[in-house]
Protein backbone atom coordinates (compact mmCIF):
# COMPACT_ATOMS: atom_id res chain seq x y z
CA UNK A 1 0.00 0.00 0.00
CA UNK A 2 1.59 3.31 -0.94
CA UNK A 3 1.73 6.66 1.16
CA UNK A 4 -0.58 8.19 -1.69
CA UNK A 5 -2.76 5.22 -1.24
CA UNK A 6 -2.92 5.99 2.45
CA UNK A 7 -3.46 9.39 2.25
CA UNK A 8 -6.09 9.38 -0.15
CA UNK A 9 -8.13 6.25 2.01
CA UNK A 10 -7.57 9.15 5.05
CA UNK A 11 -9.21 12.18 3.51
CA UNK A 12 -11.92 10.59 2.28
CA UNK A 13 -12.79 8.77 5.58
CA UNK A 14 -12.17 12.07 7.21
CA UNK A 15 -14.31 14.31 4.92
CA UNK A 16 -16.27 12.29 2.52
CA UNK A 17 -17.43 9.23 4.94
CA UNK A 18 -18.95 11.29 7.28
CA UNK A 19 -21.38 12.63 4.69
CA UNK A 20 -22.81 9.30 4.03
CA UNK A 21 -24.01 8.77 7.93
CA UNK A 22 -26.33 11.81 7.74
CA UNK A 23 -30.03 10.06 7.33
CA UNK A 24 -30.97 12.18 4.36
CA UNK A 25 -29.09 13.32 1.36
CA UNK A 26 -28.49 16.90 0.62
CA UNK A 27 -27.85 17.37 -2.96
CA UNK A 28 -27.22 21.14 -2.75
CA UNK A 29 -24.29 20.57 -0.55
CA UNK A 30 -22.96 17.27 -2.20
CA UNK A 31 -23.00 19.58 -5.40
CA UNK A 32 -21.17 22.65 -3.95
CA UNK A 33 -18.53 20.83 -2.31
CA UNK A 34 -18.23 18.68 -5.11
CA UNK A 35 -17.44 22.41 -7.49
CA UNK A 36 -15.72 23.89 -4.70
CA UNK A 37 -13.33 21.04 -4.17
CA UNK A 38 -12.46 19.64 -7.35
CA UNK A 39 -8.99 19.89 -8.92
CA UNK A 40 -8.78 20.89 -12.38
CA UNK A 41 -5.75 19.08 -13.95
CA UNK A 42 -4.06 20.75 -16.65
CA UNK A 43 -4.81 19.37 -20.37
CA UNK A 44 -1.91 17.09 -21.08
CA UNK A 45 0.18 18.42 -23.80
CA UNK A 46 -0.37 17.43 -27.25
CA UNK A 47 -4.40 17.47 -26.54
CA UNK A 48 -7.01 19.78 -26.32
CA UNK A 49 -10.51 19.83 -24.44
CA UNK A 50 -13.66 21.37 -26.26
CA UNK A 51 -16.49 21.69 -23.71
CA UNK A 52 -20.11 21.64 -25.36
CA UNK A 53 -22.27 23.04 -22.80
CA UNK A 54 -24.89 24.66 -25.46
CA UNK A 55 -28.29 23.16 -25.47
CA UNK A 56 -28.15 22.51 -29.29
CA UNK A 57 -25.14 20.02 -28.54
CA UNK A 58 -27.01 17.56 -26.89
CA UNK A 59 -27.45 14.32 -27.08
CA UNK A 60 -23.16 14.89 -27.03
CA UNK A 61 -23.49 16.99 -24.41
CA UNK A 62 -20.09 17.18 -21.93
CA UNK A 63 -16.46 17.48 -23.04
CA UNK A 64 -13.87 16.11 -25.66
CA UNK A 65 -10.14 15.18 -25.18
CA UNK A 66 -8.89 14.42 -28.31
CA UNK A 67 -5.33 15.28 -30.06
CA UNK A 68 -3.61 15.38 -33.30
CA UNK A 69 -3.19 13.08 -35.69
CA UNK A 70 -7.29 12.07 -35.19
CA UNK A 71 -7.31 8.61 -32.47
CA UNK A 72 -9.08 5.36 -34.11
CA UNK A 73 -10.71 4.82 -30.61
CA UNK A 74 -13.36 6.62 -29.00
CA UNK A 75 -14.51 6.18 -25.68
CA UNK A 76 -17.62 7.33 -24.70
CA UNK A 77 -17.09 8.56 -20.48
CA UNK A 78 -19.92 8.46 -17.95
CA UNK A 79 -18.78 9.54 -14.65
CA UNK A 80 -19.86 8.70 -11.23
CA UNK A 81 -21.57 10.64 -8.35
CA UNK A 82 -24.40 8.62 -7.32
CA UNK A 83 -26.70 9.99 -10.20
CA UNK A 84 -27.35 13.37 -8.51
CA UNK A 85 -23.89 15.38 -8.31
CA UNK A 86 -20.58 15.18 -10.13
CA UNK A 87 -19.85 16.12 -13.86
CA UNK A 88 -17.21 15.67 -16.74
CA UNK A 89 -15.50 18.35 -15.12
CA UNK A 90 -14.82 16.66 -12.01
CA UNK A 91 -13.46 13.31 -13.33
CA UNK A 92 -11.22 15.02 -15.76
CA UNK A 93 -8.34 13.72 -13.67
CA UNK A 94 -9.81 9.48 -14.76
CA UNK A 95 -10.43 10.64 -18.25
CA UNK A 96 -7.17 12.67 -19.33
CA UNK A 97 -5.06 9.81 -17.56
CA UNK A 98 -7.46 7.08 -19.19
CA UNK A 99 -7.07 8.90 -22.77
CA UNK A 100 -3.23 9.39 -22.85
CA UNK A 101 -2.61 5.81 -22.10
CA UNK A 102 -4.98 4.55 -24.82
CA UNK A 103 -4.54 7.20 -26.93
CA UNK A 104 -7.67 7.81 -27.45
CA UNK A 105 -10.04 10.54 -27.22
CA UNK A 106 -12.52 10.58 -24.89
CA UNK A 107 -16.36 12.38 -24.38
CA UNK A 108 -17.71 12.59 -21.64
CA UNK A 109 -21.32 13.44 -21.36
CA UNK A 110 -22.72 15.00 -18.95
CA UNK A 111 -25.80 13.21 -18.92
CA UNK A 112 -29.09 14.66 -16.54
CA UNK A 113 -29.17 14.13 -12.67
CA UNK A 114 -31.60 13.11 -10.05
CA UNK A 115 -33.70 14.04 -8.54
CA UNK A 116 -34.41 16.42 -10.81
CA UNK A 117 -33.89 14.09 -13.56
CA UNK A 118 -35.19 10.33 -12.70
CA UNK A 119 -34.46 7.27 -13.83
CA UNK A 120 -34.30 6.59 -17.16
CA UNK A 121 -32.83 10.00 -18.36
CA UNK A 122 -29.41 8.53 -17.52
CA UNK A 123 -29.47 6.07 -19.40
CA UNK A 124 -31.64 7.80 -22.19
CA UNK A 125 -28.91 10.14 -22.26
CA UNK A 126 -26.29 7.62 -22.39
CA UNK A 127 -27.97 5.34 -25.15
CA UNK A 128 -28.40 8.80 -27.06
CA UNK A 129 -24.99 9.81 -27.24
CA UNK A 130 -23.52 6.45 -28.37
CA UNK A 131 -25.93 6.54 -31.50
CA UNK A 132 -24.78 9.78 -32.11
CA UNK A 133 -21.26 8.58 -31.97
CA UNK A 134 -22.16 6.08 -34.69
CA UNK A 135 -24.17 8.23 -36.73
CA UNK A 136 -21.21 10.41 -36.83
CA UNK A 137 -19.48 7.75 -37.81
CA UNK A 138 -17.62 6.52 -35.04
CA UNK A 139 -17.49 2.56 -36.27
CA UNK A 140 -18.57 0.16 -33.42
CA UNK A 141 -15.58 -2.02 -33.26
CA UNK A 142 -13.09 1.38 -32.07
CA UNK A 143 -15.82 2.33 -29.67
CA UNK A 144 -15.11 1.49 -26.10
CA UNK A 145 -17.73 2.55 -22.94
CA UNK A 146 -16.51 3.28 -19.60
CA UNK A 147 -17.37 4.97 -16.15
CA UNK A 148 -16.92 4.81 -12.25
CA UNK A 149 -19.48 4.01 -9.55
CA UNK A 150 -21.86 5.09 -10.46
CA UNK A 151 -21.23 6.12 -14.43
CA UNK A 152 -19.88 2.02 -14.28
CA UNK A 153 -23.35 1.19 -13.23
CA UNK A 154 -24.53 3.49 -16.14
CA UNK A 155 -21.79 1.86 -18.48
CA UNK A 156 -23.16 -1.28 -17.83
CA UNK A 157 -26.87 -0.71 -18.85
CA UNK A 158 -26.23 1.52 -22.09
CA UNK A 159 -24.53 -1.86 -22.90
CA UNK A 160 -27.89 -3.99 -21.91
CA UNK A 161 -30.23 -1.48 -23.72
CA UNK A 162 -28.26 -1.41 -27.01
CA UNK A 163 -28.19 -5.47 -27.27
CA UNK A 164 -31.64 -5.01 -26.39
CA UNK A 165 -32.47 -2.57 -29.23
CA UNK A 166 -30.38 -4.52 -31.53
CA UNK A 167 -27.62 -1.69 -31.89
CA UNK A 168 -24.19 -3.01 -33.05
CA UNK A 169 -22.05 -3.10 -29.64
CA UNK A 170 -18.69 -1.43 -28.83
CA UNK A 171 -15.23 -2.98 -28.59
CA UNK A 172 -15.55 -3.65 -25.15
CA UNK A 173 -16.79 -1.71 -21.68
CA UNK A 174 -14.90 -0.41 -18.28
CA UNK A 175 -16.18 -0.59 -15.31
CA UNK A 176 -14.49 1.07 -12.39
CA UNK A 177 -16.22 -0.18 -9.08
CA UNK A 178 -19.62 0.34 -10.78
CA UNK A 179 -22.95 0.66 -8.80
CA UNK A 180 -25.15 -2.46 -10.69
CA UNK A 181 -27.42 -3.37 -7.75
CA UNK A 182 -29.79 -0.58 -6.36
CA UNK A 183 -31.53 -2.80 -4.08
CA UNK A 184 -28.46 -3.15 -2.08
CA UNK A 185 -28.95 -7.06 -1.92
CA UNK A 186 -24.64 -7.52 -1.91
CA UNK A 187 -23.62 -9.26 1.54
CA UNK A 188 -20.35 -6.47 0.92
CA UNK A 189 -23.12 -3.81 1.49
CA UNK A 190 -23.04 -5.59 5.73
CA UNK A 191 -19.23 -7.01 5.60
CA UNK A 192 -17.60 -3.99 4.23
CA UNK A 193 -19.54 -1.80 6.05
CA UNK A 194 -16.66 -0.09 8.43
CA UNK A 195 -13.56 -1.09 6.18
CA UNK A 196 -15.43 1.06 3.40
CA UNK A 197 -13.59 4.39 3.79
CA UNK A 198 -15.55 6.05 1.50
CA UNK A 199 -19.39 4.60 2.17
CA UNK A 200 -21.72 3.58 5.03
CA UNK A 201 -23.38 0.63 3.24
CA UNK A 202 -26.91 2.85 4.43
CA UNK A 203 -26.19 5.36 2.17
CA UNK A 204 -26.35 3.46 -0.89
CA UNK A 205 -30.30 2.77 -0.30
CA UNK A 206 -30.67 6.52 0.27
CA UNK A 207 -29.29 7.64 -3.10
CA UNK A 208 -30.94 4.84 -5.01
CA UNK A 209 -33.91 6.42 -3.99
CA UNK A 210 -33.10 9.60 -5.19
CA UNK A 211 -32.58 8.18 -8.88
CA UNK A 212 -34.65 5.71 -8.88
CA UNK A 213 -38.14 7.52 -7.06
CA UNK A 214 -41.04 5.00 -7.77
CA UNK A 215 -39.10 2.88 -10.23
CA UNK A 216 -38.54 -0.90 -9.20
CA UNK A 217 -35.23 -0.95 -8.13
CA UNK A 218 -34.55 -4.86 -9.85
CA UNK A 219 -35.15 -3.05 -13.03
CA UNK A 220 -31.78 -4.29 -15.35
CA UNK A 221 -32.00 -0.72 -16.99
CA UNK A 222 -30.98 0.64 -13.65
CA UNK A 223 -29.32 -2.34 -11.85
CA UNK A 224 -27.98 -4.27 -14.80
CA UNK A 225 -26.87 -7.33 -12.11
CA UNK A 226 -30.58 -8.69 -13.19
CA UNK A 227 -30.43 -8.54 -16.58
CA UNK A 228 -28.98 -10.83 -19.15
CA UNK A 229 -25.32 -10.86 -20.16
CA UNK A 230 -25.39 -13.01 -22.97
CA UNK A 231 -24.26 -10.99 -26.14
CA UNK A 232 -22.01 -8.50 -24.12
CA UNK A 233 -18.56 -7.12 -25.35
CA UNK A 234 -15.27 -8.32 -23.17
CA UNK A 235 -15.88 -6.24 -19.74
CA UNK A 236 -13.24 -4.58 -17.80
CA UNK A 237 -13.93 -4.44 -13.93
CA UNK A 238 -11.68 -3.23 -11.14
CA UNK A 239 -12.91 -2.81 -7.49
CA UNK A 240 -11.73 -2.54 -4.38
CA UNK A 241 -11.40 -5.41 -1.78
CA UNK A 242 -12.70 -3.15 1.24
CA UNK A 243 -15.34 -1.35 -0.67
CA UNK A 244 -19.64 -2.20 0.53
CA UNK A 245 -19.75 -2.42 -3.44
CA UNK A 246 -17.41 -5.19 -3.97
CA UNK A 247 -19.98 -7.67 -4.53
CA UNK A 248 -21.64 -5.17 -7.40
CA UNK A 249 -18.37 -6.14 -9.22
CA UNK A 250 -18.11 -9.67 -8.56
CA UNK A 251 -21.38 -10.91 -9.28
CA UNK A 252 -21.49 -8.81 -12.51
CA UNK A 253 -18.31 -10.97 -12.98
CA UNK A 254 -19.63 -14.30 -12.30
CA UNK A 255 -22.90 -13.51 -14.25
CA UNK A 256 -21.18 -12.56 -17.76
CA UNK A 257 -18.67 -15.13 -17.53
CA UNK A 258 -21.29 -17.99 -17.22
CA UNK A 259 -22.90 -16.27 -20.23
CA UNK A 260 -19.81 -16.10 -22.30
CA UNK A 261 -18.67 -13.45 -22.27
CA UNK A 262 -14.82 -12.45 -21.55
CA UNK A 263 -13.63 -10.40 -18.29
CA UNK A 264 -10.67 -9.31 -17.09
CA UNK A 265 -11.29 -8.45 -13.13
CA UNK A 266 -9.09 -7.03 -10.67
CA UNK A 267 -9.67 -6.91 -7.13
CA UNK A 268 -7.35 -4.19 -5.86
CA UNK A 269 -6.65 -4.39 -1.89
CA UNK A 270 -7.40 -1.29 0.69
CA UNK A 271 -7.92 1.14 -1.96
CA UNK A 272 -11.00 3.93 -2.13
CA UNK A 273 -13.94 3.99 -4.09
CA UNK A 274 -12.94 5.34 -7.80
CA UNK A 275 -9.23 5.18 -6.40
CA UNK A 276 -8.47 5.78 -10.47
CA UNK A 277 -9.72 9.14 -9.77
CA UNK A 278 -6.50 9.89 -7.70
CA UNK A 279 -4.18 9.32 -10.60
CA UNK A 280 -1.53 10.32 -11.43
CA UNK A 281 -1.00 11.14 -7.76
CA UNK A 282 -1.45 7.35 -6.55
CA UNK A 283 0.80 4.80 -8.28
CA UNK A 284 -1.96 2.37 -7.58
CA UNK A 285 -4.22 3.96 -10.01
CA UNK A 286 -1.91 4.32 -12.42
CA UNK A 287 -0.95 0.79 -12.57
CA UNK A 288 -5.09 0.52 -12.68
CA UNK A 289 -5.15 2.91 -15.86
CA UNK A 290 -2.42 1.52 -17.66
CA UNK A 291 -3.72 -1.96 -17.32
CA UNK A 292 -7.35 -0.29 -18.44
CA UNK A 293 -5.17 1.24 -21.43
CA UNK A 294 -3.96 -2.26 -22.19
CA UNK A 295 -7.36 -4.12 -22.53
CA UNK A 296 -8.77 -1.09 -24.46
CA UNK A 297 -5.84 -1.34 -27.22
CA UNK A 298 -5.90 -5.22 -27.24
CA UNK A 299 -9.68 -5.37 -28.05
CA UNK A 300 -10.17 -2.47 -30.57
CA UNK A 301 -7.58 -4.01 -32.07
CA UNK A 302 -8.13 -5.25 -35.58
CA UNK A 303 -8.83 -8.53 -34.66
CA UNK A 304 -9.09 -8.52 -31.16
CA UNK A 305 -7.99 -11.53 -28.36
CA UNK A 306 -10.95 -12.11 -25.98
CA UNK A 307 -9.14 -14.40 -24.51
CA UNK A 308 -8.91 -12.32 -20.71
CA UNK A 309 -7.54 -13.31 -17.35
CA UNK A 310 -9.14 -14.99 -14.76
CA UNK A 311 -10.22 -13.20 -11.18
CA UNK A 312 -7.70 -11.96 -9.52
CA UNK A 313 -6.25 -9.68 -6.66
CA UNK A 314 -3.69 -6.90 -7.73
Not at 102 to 119: G, I, K, M, T
Amino acid sequence: MSWQNALACWIVRRRLRPETAKPEISVERARAYTSKRVWTPKVPRGWRLTPRYEPGDAPLRGEWLEADPPQQTTILYLHGGGYYFCSPRSHRTIVFALATRARARVFSLDYRLAPEHRFPAALDDAVAAYRQLRADGVPAQSLVVAGDSAGGGLALATLLALRDAGDALPACGLLFSPWTDLASTGASIRTNDGRDPMFFGASLGRAARLYLGDADATNPYASPLYGRFDGLPPLLIQVGDTEVLLDDSTRIAEKARAAGVAVDFGIWPKVPHGFQLCAPFMPEANRALEHAARFIQRTTAPSPVHRLPETSSV
